[in-house]
């Protein structure tokens, strides 16, 4: 029956490429052209082969199915491009549809045009009857910039990421790739890039391949597989322009993520944080055993706690700030895995002083958050240390049993949460959803990592530093693609630096976070000597609600 089946499979191959040869050797040489102002397409049976703008090239090659399973080490080669069949359907004015047919693999590309843009929608079938397709790519285009282009594409070296992991690692989203999109631009003209998709994939447009100096190339990369005889489709989009500002040619990413995303899923405040981080070794002793920094800090102690919130609740509650968060608030810790997966269990003498601060923290008007580490879990290593695996996002056990820490939390009275390593993975995304929907749109959480989609989750952590040289204070990473992408965003946001060694000529740093509507934590110990000044300056961007004023 196996080798029955097996001939059928190569009769009905076969029939195919006949079928390829014979309904189209008409087709197979002609050129579509789609234009727009000065933008020009030419798609023929090897896919977008020309792209002119003014009637000057400024791209050239081909669109098809690229092997990369010799670049990334995965089992291949895939296919043999001297054994491919090629030919062109024209369907209307502002649609064509190329065939590409190998022995083991079928690919339709349907080129929708609209203005400047052109959608790829891709068919992709595996015609074998035993070897899986182990990853799918997409690409041949070469744009010739003026000079090396700026913008945003990933393009390390195939034996960095060989090296340090696999392929699927570096996609989109992840510590490398935290924006879907991507695009190119000199002075004369940009290309952007987005994919297209339903739900969570991860995707990468890689610009490694075929690349040097002010020759670009782009390949979108799915890390997927496709089963013996399975079929999937994939689609992306290519905006070319001489419109060069990164917005608009990042506008047509920004439509598919509001559509495929949606909106934020928390309710916004802007107000000023505080923050708590004062344990350590260095400081534990028989008289400190969970090395709290000075007696203020020692919420071991009920004199301590006292003196805690004495220290912290009237600046931060003159400031008009909303709350402070917690790390550490267990002290240091002799097992290690800091900071902890299991954030809900506390030692006795600090557990029966928390009622009492979070009461007075309340009572101001005021809340208090607790440091989290949502994507491990914490396992015995020796009798001595403790490590960290990953949780795995897909098993609904796993995602209760985090929950069950946020809840006994909550009910304590914590109501914000600081997410450590944490965030800018998409099986990060997936346990943020969750969590999200479990917990509601009223508790702040910020994430120590990013990337685009979980901000539509969570808000972020972050830490920006000065450069004394040129006088200029840093951003978040991809902090204005982020606003532009998702809308307003909450932070948490530390300051790397002495604030009392700036520069008089420089703008105050406060003022710099406001106006880049970042919001300031501010160390416990620092809240009430900088209160009247975060207070005055605060007012000026932020309104009683903890909103931006005019809309910022």
Same mark, same amino acid.
């Given at each position: ?9 190569e ?6 490429i ?17 234009r ?16 002119l ?7 050239e ?28 359907e024209i ?12 022995p ?19 068919k ?27 913008g ?8 960095y ?9 570096f ?13 190119l ?8 890039l ?13 610009g490694?391949i ?29 905006r070319?322009?001489?419109?060069t ?10 439509e ?13 405040? &802007? /107000?000023?944080?505080s923050?708590f981080?004062?344990?350590? #070794? $260095?400081?534990s +002793?028989?008289? *400190? ?21 004495e ?6 509650k ?13 002290g ?6 800091m ?17 009492y ?16 580490r ?9 009798w ?21 820490? &946020? /809840? ?8 914000? #949460? $600081?997410?450590? +390593?944490?965030? *800018? ?21 910020f ?14 952590y972050a ?5 004394f ?8 990473t991809?902090w ?61 961007y ?11």
């Amino acid at each position: 029956m196996e080798r029955v089946y097996r001939k059928r499979m190569e009769i009905k191959k076969y029939l195919m490429i006949f079928a390829f040869l014979f309904c189209f050797s008409l087709k197979g040489d002609e050129v579509f052209k789609h234009r727009y102002e000065e933008i020009e397409y030419n798609v023929d049976k090897n896919g977008i082969s020309l792209i002119l703008i003014d009637n000057k090239k400024i791209a050239e090659g081909f669109l098809g199915f690229i092997d990369v399973s010799k670049i990334f080490n995965i089992e291949g080669p895939i296919i043999n491009e001297t054994e491919c069949v090629k030919n062109i359907e024209i369907l209307s004015e502002k649609k064509v549809k190329v065939n590409h047919l190998y022995p083991n693999l079928k690919l339709e590309f349907y080129y929708i045009f609209e203005k400047e843009d052109v959608k790829i929608d891709i068919k992709l079938e595996n015609l074998s009857a035993e070897k899986e397709i182990p990853i799918v790519a997409f690409g041949g285009l070469k744009f010739y910039f003026s000079k090396n282009p700026e913008g945003i594409i990933f393009s390390h070296d195939p034996g960095y990421i060989n090296a340090n992991g696999k392929i699927e690692d570096f996609c989109h989203p992840s510590h490398f790739v935290r924006i879907g999109g991507a695009y190119l631009k000199d002075e004369n003209f940009g290309f952007g890039l987005s994919p297209y998709y339903k739900g969570f994939k991860k995707t990468l447009f890689y610009g490694w391949i075929n690349s040097k100096g002010s020759e670009r190339s782009f390949t979108y990369i799915v890390p997927e597989r496709i089963a013996p005889e399975e079929t999937k489709k994939y689609s992306f989009i290519l905006r070319v322009s001489k419109n060069t500002d990164w917005k608009y040619l990042l506008s047509p990413y920004k439509e598919f993520f509001k559509s495929n995303f949606g909106d934020i899923q928390y309710n916004h405040n &802007f /107000k000023i944080w505080s923050q708590f981080c004062s344990g350590d #070794f $260095y400081h534990s +002793s028989i008289f *400190n055993p969970y090395g709290f920094n000075g007696p203020s800090r020692r919420i071991d102690l009920e004199e301590g706690a006292k003196l805690f919130c004495e220290m912290v609740i009237p600046g931060l509650k003159n400031a008009n700030g909303q709350g402070i968060i917690l790390w550490a608030i267990s002290g240091f810790e002799p097992r290690g895995a800091m900071f902890r997966s299991d954030f809900d269990i506390f030692p006795p003498e600090i557990e029966k002083n928390i009622p009492y601060i979070i009461k007075k923290f309340n009572e101001a008007g005021l809340k208090i958050g607790l440091a989290t580490r949502p994507r491990h879990i914490t396992y015995r290593v020796n009798w001595r240390y403790d490590g960290v695996i990953d949780i795995n996002p897909n098993d609904i056990e796993h995602l209760n049993m985090l929950y069950r820490r &946020f /809840k006994k939390t909550i009910d304590m009275g914590f109501s914000a #949460f $600081y997410l450590d +390593s944490f965030g *800018n993975k998409l099986e990060d995304v997936i346990v943020m959803k969750f969590l999200r929907e479990k917990i509601g749109p009223d508790i702040p959480t910020f994430s120590e990592h990013h990337c685009d989609i979980l901000l539509i989750y969570s808000g972020i952590y972050a830490e920006i530093g000065f450069d004394f040289k040129n006088k200029k204070y840093s951003l978040p990473t991809y902090w204005e693609v982020y606003k532009y992408l998702v809308g307003e965003i909450d932070s948490f946001v530390i300051l790397r630096f002495d604030k009392n060694q700036i520069p008089k000529d420089v703008e105050n740093p406060f003022e710099f976070l406001f106006k880049n509507n970042l919001t300031p934590a501010i160390p416990d110990y620092l809240i009430g000597s900088y209160s009247e000044e975060l207070k005055i300056i605060g007012e000026k961007y932020i309104d009683e609600k903890g909103k931006w004023k005019g809309g910022k």
